[in-house]
């Protein structure tokens, strides 16, 4: 089975810094990665994924994360955030496109 | 635009009612997904759906059912809720040529007194 950890459950971050989202994952298998954002009151929203070639993956809204197979990670970054970006994101995992597992969720919270 | 609507933002329920939980998206998608989301526990698959009449246990599948009788339409059922059930409820569906890309509802918070 797969599993999906998030290492931090809230991240503050200063407006127009950077920011780095953390997300490993365990697997005996090929995975496929995707990043999804849920604004307040919302559903979630994919924000990117990588399915195959280019370990480097730019998705929506100026974000972007990278595929380490060694590590077994696929960390979301953006280089400056707005206070727009506040919201929690959501790594998951597949590896059939029928079953995606969720991490915990780390909330974001862009500080004026 | 794709669109994956939900029947109700907000439900509160009695300890032993039945509820019904409904999903309906205009995207032709085969595959829908019904997860449960709690704080800390992020989000939880219990019950899919890659066809018409077609249904597959997730992980969480006790004391749901679901029906899919029509392809655009995806319910969820709670046979006698329970306190333990209140959480958020998101229905999702992909298409079996982009069976990666999800498409979520807005979701529907459950509160079951």
Redesign the interface.
Known sequence: AQS?T?LD?QVPVFEEAPVELRCNYSSSVSV?L?W?VQYP??????LL?Y?SGSTLVKGINGFEAEFNKSQTSFHLRKPSVHISDTAEY?C?V?D??????????TSLTVIP | DVKVTQSSRYLVKRTGEKVFLECVQDMDHENMFWYRQDPGLGLRLIYFSYDVKMKEKGDIPEGYSVSREKKERFSLILESASTNQTSMYLCASSGRTSPYEQYFGPGTRLTVT
């Open positions: 999906v998030q459950s496929y995707f999804y009151n919302q559903g979630l929203q994919l994924k399915l959501f998951a597949s059939s496109g029928n079953q995606f597992y969720f991490g915990t969720g």
